[in-house]
Nanobody, 120 residues
Framework: QVQVVESGGGLVRPGGSLRLSCTFS????????VGWFRQAPGRERQFVAA???????YYSTSAKGRFTISRDNAKNTAYLQMNSLKPEDAAVYYC??????????????WGQGTQVTVSS
């Protein structure tokens, strides 16, 4: 069974940086698209970024230019580097994976989430 586990969340000041990690198991990582969603209190879960098995990348408007998604197939891990963080980036960030990618993307596999807090 495919599982994804997030790590790297925490408290950061506005303008700061944070790198999230997503560790994948239970399948052939290189055959999956992996991505990130986030959900703030009282708001719907929203797409942040994704990377396909060919390393093509996709970003939301809010993430483009500030966030970078990458993957290391040798480590079965995907990353989300977040720079220039704003208070509105605060949310629970979820890693997700699926064999296919489309827009909109509805992945089958989800992690439990990691909290990102942006506050001074």
């Amino acid at each position: 069974q495919v599982q994804v586990v997030e790590s790297g969340g925490g408290l950061v000041r506005p303008g700061g940086s944070l790198r999230l990690s997503c560790t994948f198991s239970g399948g052939t990582f290189g055959s999956y698209a992996v991505g990130w969603f986030r959900q703030a209190p009282g708001r719907e879960r929203q797409f942040v970024a994704a990377i396909s098995w060919t390393a093509a990348t996709y970003y939301s408007t809010s993430a483009k230019g500030r966030f970078t998604i990458s993957r290391d197939n040798a480590k079965n891990t995907a990353y989300l580097q977040m720079n220039s963080l704003k208070p509105e980036d605060a949310a629970v960030y979820y890693c997700a994976a699926d064999r296919s990618y489309g827009s909109p993307w509805r992945p089958d596999y989800w992690g439990q989430g990691t909290q990102v807090t942006v506050s001074s």
